[in-house]
């Protein structure tokens, strides 16, 4: 199979760890039979620093002609760069927020996982920790509060700000096939999380989701209040398969999955477009402390990479290599600096990407 791949390494440790994960990817194509194409495009801070904007049109064509694109992280920092003394949107962040929009990645997929091997650093109860946890939070992206209408005014001498949370039926379908989906490769159970008690965009997207659910009778469906569902994250995280919701609560809800696996180095991401295209990322920033030392943990950009094969590629087999590989290298006690821990080896970023790489036959 021929995967034609755009890769965004960006800023900070970016090309770093974006280098890593190619190293898999070339390993994982080696071993399955495929053949990789890929080009490189310059965006954020790289990008301004040739051009003087964080994205250009030919960056956005470059993207849109792939199958796929691989990007590892954005930004500076932000008090000391010169990219921060620009207008805001000539500053790097807007270059993502422009890519995601001309790509229509209205899907945003966060995995949160914690793996056995790390499960020391997880901040929840031992007897919650010691079971492990494997969710998928899909939050709908360019939609509800975020994107609606907005004002603040001043009325007879008062100050009020309005925000409008808008939501149509055809933008919660469309998210809610996207997690049906995937919950048919993986545990197939859907909790869509809404506030159906109070809201009336949360009623329509609950009616929506259930109606979606008949074409998948394959898939288990509940629905949880948002509130409920922040307590049951720190509660039971174990019990969650697919989150399905809306941009704000998945904004928060992400977060604090995040949190939870105590080991943000680890955490991949997705963005989807209604076909099988995505962008992938990890969930981590740019880290500019640390760029160009080698110590930066790829592992969250190489496991972005195995949503990639997985999700826009339809290439479980070798996602299932990838993930494994993790596994393996984490049991045998290597890590990278930021998920150290007493009695086990520290390992440099390419040579943990040369560790999983090893993983892979």
Not at 43 to 59: F, Q, Y
Not at 135 to 148: D, H, S
Not at 298 to 326: C, G, K, W
Request: overall charge negative.
């Amino acid at each position: 199979m021929e995967l034609k791949i755009t890769c965004i390494p960006g800023d900070g440790i970016g090309p770093e760890i974006v280098a890593e994960a190619k190293k898999i990817l070339n390993k994982t194509a080696e071993c399955y039979g495929h053949q990789i194409i890929y080009t490189d495009i310059l965006m954020g801070g790289a990008s301004i620093d040739v051009h003087g904007v964080p994205l250009t049109e030919e960056a956005i064509a470059a993207a849109k002609a792939a199958d796929a694109v691989l990007m590892g992280s954005i930004g500076g920092d932000t008090t000391t760069s010169p990219w921060y003394k620009l207008p805001p949107n000539l500053r790097p962040e807007a270059g993502l927020l422009g890519i995601r929009k001309a790509l229509n990645l209205f899907a945003n997929l966060r995995p949160a996982i914690l793996y056995k091997e790390l499960a020391q650093a997880c901040p929840l109860k031992e007897e919650i920790s010691e079971q492990g946890f494997d969710m998928m939070i899909m939050r709908e992206l360019t939609g509800g509060l975020y994107f609606g209408e907005r004002k603040t005014v001043e009325e007879n001498g008062i100050r009020k700000a309005t925000d409008t949370l808008v939501y149509d039926e055809n933008e919660i379908r469309r998210i809610a096939i996207k997690g049906f989906d995937i919950a048919k490769k993986r545990r197939g159970k859907v909790t869509s999380v809404d506030k159906a008690n109070v809201l009336d965009s949360s009623r329509l997207w609950r009616t929506v989701v259930e109606e979606v659910a008949k074409d998948y009778p394959e898939v288990t469906l509940e629905h949880m209040l948002v509130d409920n569902c922040a307590m049951q994250l720190v509660k039971d995280p174990a019990q969650f398969d697919v989150i399905l919701t809306e941009n704000m609560f998945g904004d928060i809800l992400s977060d604090e999955a995040s949190m939870v696996t105590g080991s943000i180095g680890m955490l991949a991401s997705a963005s989807l477009n209604d076909t099988k295209f995505g962008l992938y990322e990890p969930s981590h920033g740019s880290a500019p402390d640390i760029a160009g030392k080698d110590i930066a943990n790829p592992i969250a950009t190489i496991l972005s990479a195995a949503m990639m094969l997985r999700y826009s590629f339809d290439l479980d087999q070798e996602a299932d290599a990838i993930e494994q590989a993790v596994k393996d290298v984490l049991k045998e006690g290597f890590r990278t600096a930021d998920i150290m821990s007493k009695g086990c080896e520290q390992v440099s970023c390419s040579r943990m990407g040369e560790l999983l790489a090893e993983k892979i036959k």
